[in-house]
């Protein structure tokens, strides 16, 4: 089956490969090409490399740096000849979002943990929707003019139609290179997202900052090494996307639960409406009889027990698994409830992470599955542990009381 997905894929990316570069002509309509000189074409293919893989780290910061530079650079008179995301109000739009995602990590540690994670969840949504932007309109064009400066490749200017092509007995470089390049966008894309997800996920400040200066040396050290040399940028590139391909599959089911995670915090009523307490949509907090960790699938009771059916990828036929025997409880989280069962010294391990919009139903659920027993978190209780420290020592009535006691 995984070899069918494969194939899936790479139908898919040859198809828009021919829609996209149906639609991109860089230079057949006057349009300014990216500014090179008279060098070897490994040159320019080797800066582009490092442009689609720095873009990856970061769409919105990519898009909107190589726009901005993009307009600035061209001469005036054939501004109005470039690509969508050189235009000002483009670029201008994205600076306005860096900065506000910016300032929400400035001031993230400061900032209750309550307010924090919905503006996480807004940033890992944008980072998803500037990726799809990236991929459909700015990947393709930098994907054009790296097979415009492909060494000993001829072009048939005429038409980009793979009929005509085939028909010519000719392969035009750019359906090798369109493929190539989306491909390694969307792994190093994915790889890089799931750092936002951690960021969603932890509740501490310090780690989010670390997660997100990770990130920002990845994306330096792109632009530090393709600044130093193009070959050396396109190295370092080539084997982040190598690195990305195998944590391919992690990052995805991470990439599904975080946007999973992202919709419902960010609009909880339309998860409320959609929930099934009878079906619970969950993630795998473990892997269980080799379906990996994070695995999106929903619950359902049989007489054999408490199984988990899902697709994998999504999109491939389904399949179940028993859930191990023995007695469970359902965890309120602080973002989402859990599915946890009991180990030594009267601790729990999770087995199922539920949807967050499955906060309202947990009793229900818990109704449904055999009465299972409710209980809070660990973290919950050591939230709840703090407030009631905090309400206990600077609460006005009991400075009150210890005046009168004191007089």
Known sequence: MKRV???LLAFALTVLSVSAFSQVKPSQEGAPALPHTDRLPGVDLAEGISLVTGTAVSPLLGVTAFGAWRYFKTPESQRSQLPWFTKPYIWGIGCLLLALCLLKDVVGPAVPVFVKKPLDAMDALEDKLSAALACGGFVPFVAAEMARHAPDVAFDDSSVQMASMLAGGMLDMRLLIMPAAMIGFAVVWLACHAI???VLLSPFGLVDGLFK?????LLASIAVS???APWLGAALSLLMIYVAWLLAPWAFRLTVFGAVLSLDVLFPWHGRRSAQPDQPRAFLAKQIEGVPIRTYGRLERSANGIGFRYRPWLILSERSVMLPKGRMAIAKGLLYPSLVSPIDNGKYASVLLF???????VHAVASNFGGLEVRESSMVRGFRA???????TVSPSRWRRGLKGAT
Request: charged share 20%; net charge positive.
């Open 355 to 361: 949807r967050p919009c499955y906060r309202s139903y």
């Open 213 to 217: 200066t990770f990130k920002l040396v």
């Open 386 to 392: 703090i407030r009631a420290w905090v309400v206990d």
């Open 5 to 7: 997905g494969v194939l």
């Open 196 to 198: 936002n997800v951690l």
């Open 226 to 228: 393709a600044a130093i």
